[in-house]
């Protein structure tokens, strides 16, 4: 079956660009102009992944992706002109799966298409099967993280980045291994990605389980997995 991407920014001379670019390597696309009836189309056709301008009328793309969070994983792209730092943190911590600025290559935005989707169809990593330790647990099969006999809601990325680093137990890695087992490919030079990604990972499991904490920060290094009750 064909994915289907849904193409949300009020200019639209790039929004025919992109929707030529991508029913030409295969995929359905549909579109909007603002983010209130991006909100609706989203809502009504459930499609498997959002290309996401941030500058729109009605409602930008920081409140879509906020929004949306609330009810699905569904991956992101946020596809903006604004280039700060703190612009990207801001679209990553609500819960977008990339970042990519403008100007920017066709051929790397379907790249990084193919690599969130790719991702996403994935159910079974390094063996498959389940990983039970302390209060969590994750199915590989099925695709969901339970924490403490509750679910914890991740987007395709985090549950990637959270099943790698729990499949490998104690070992340390970087913020480029890490961005490489989650999304297939390294294309986002920006490394504070993986942070942005981790601190969601962190903050939802702090809001469902207060005091339990399962990756540990290397200073100077990266990041691995440690389940351990805190003060």
């Known amino acids: 079956m064909k994915e289907r ?3 949300v920014d009020d200019e639209k001379k790039m929004v025919r660009l992109i929707r030529t670019c ?5 995929y359905l696309t549909d579109e909007a102009y603002d983010g209130a009836s991006a909100l609706e189309i989203f809502a009504a056709l459930r499609p498997d992944l959002v290309v996401l301008d941030v500058m729109m009328p009605r409602l930008d793309g920081f409140e879509f992706c906020r929004r949306a969070r609330e009810s699905t ?11 700060e730092e703190t612009d990207k943190l801001v679209g990553l911590e609500l819960g977008a799966d990339d ?8 051929l790397e935005l379907v790249a990084r298409i193919r690599a969130l989707l790719r991702r996403r169809g994935i159910v079974a990593l390094d063996g498959g099967g389940i990983i039970s330790e302390g209060p969590l647990r994750i199915d590989s099969d099925r695709r969901t993280v339970v924490l403490d006999g509750a679910d914890l809601p991740l987007t395709a990325t985090e549950f990637c980045l959270l099943k790698f680093l729990a499949s490998n137990p104690a070992s340390v890695f970087n913020r480029r291994e890490l961005m490489e087992a989650a999304q297939g490919d390294f294309f986002n030079a920006y490394e504070r990605t993986v942070d942005a990604h981790v601190g969601n990972i962190r903050k939802k499991a702090s809001d469902l389980a207060p005091g339990w904490s399962f990756i540990d920060t290397v200073h100077g290094v990266g990041y691995r997995f440690n389940v351990k009750k805190t003060p």
Request: net charge positive; aromatic share 8%; hydrophobic share 50%.
């Open 99 to 106: 970042y990519v600025t403008k100007p920017f290559s066709l």
């Open 73 to 83: 994983a569904t991956p992101i792209i946020i596809l903006s002109a604004r280039s």
């Open 5 to 7: 991407i849904l193409i």
């Open 22 to 26: 991508l029913q030409q390597e295969g």
